[in-house]
Antibody
Framework: QVQLQESGPGLVKPSETLSLTCSVS????????WNWIRQSPGETLEWIGY???????HHNPSLKSRITLSIDTSNSQFSLKLNSVTAADTAVYYC????????????WGQGTLVIVSS | DIQLTQSPSSLSASVGDRVTVTCQAS??????LNWYQQKPGKAPKLLIY???ILERGAPSRFSGGGSGTDFTFTISSLQPEDVGTYFC?????????FGGGTRVEIK
């Protein structure tokens, strides 16, 4: 069974870059699409974007200009960079997998809280 | 973006009750709708995909239905472990979007 684990700083200063990594174990990086999803305190979920093992990406247009997604298949990791952060980017960030042929987020990491504050 | 409107936003029911949550899409999404359960402090968990297909391992008391713009999620007999927030999510159009959530509590 695939397992995902987010890692990265829990505190980022305004205007700086948020950087997170998701480590994947238990399945191949070719097994699906690798997503980032966030949830602001008390709010619903917001899809950020996905990356495929080939490196192709798709972003949420609301965030597209600030997002960089990358993948390291040799180390079974993928990463998110979100630049020019503000307090509105404070959220729990999840990585999640959509298996091949599925539209659903079937596997999730536990989530990591990132606070944007000086 | 496609908007998903869930109702009610919260509900309180007794153990054993039948509970139904609705999700209305702002445009036709065919059957491209999924349902998740989120317990406090935990990641969401997929329960239903493609509107009505039960995810492997999910209890059979959970079910989903609908197509087009109107969808339902039902718990046939509410159990104490079902407390949490339930979200619908569409994947018909990019970007994928989520409903606002329905908090389910035990009366």
């Amino acid at each position: 069974q695939v397992q995902l684990q987010e890692s990265g700083p829990g505190l980022v200063k305004p205007s700086e870059t948020l950087s997170l990594t998701c480590s994947v174990s238990g399945d191949s990086m070719r097994s699906g699409y690798w997503n980032w999803i966030r949830q602001s305190p008390g709010e619903t979920l917001e899809w950020i974007g996905y990356i495929y093992y080939s490196g192709s990406t798709h972003h949420n247009p609301s965030l597209k200009s600030r997002i960089t997604l990358s993948i390291d298949t040799s180390n079974s990791q993928f990463s998110l960079k979100l630049n020019s952060v503000t307090a509105a980017d404070t959220a729990v960030y999840y990585c999640a997998r959509s298996p091949q042929g599925s539209s659903a987020f079937g596997d999730w990491g536990q989530g990591t809280l990132v606070i944007v504050s000086s | 973006d496609i908007q998903l409107t869930q109702s009610p936003s919260s509900l309180s029911a007794s153990v054993g009750d039948r509970v139904t949550v609705t999700c209305q899409a702002s445009q036709d999404i065919r059957y491209y709708l999924n349902w998740y359960q989120q317990k406090p402090g935990k990641a969401p968990k997929l329960l239903i995909y493609d509107a009505s297909i039960l995810e492997r391992g999910a209890p059979s008391r959970f079910s989903g239905g609908g197509s087009g713009t109107d969808f339902t999620f039902t718990i046939s007999s509410l159990q104490p472990e079902d407390v949490g927030t339930y979200f619908c999510q569409q994947f018909h159009n990019h970007p994928p979007t989520f409903g606002g959530g329905t908090r389910v509590e035990i009366k």
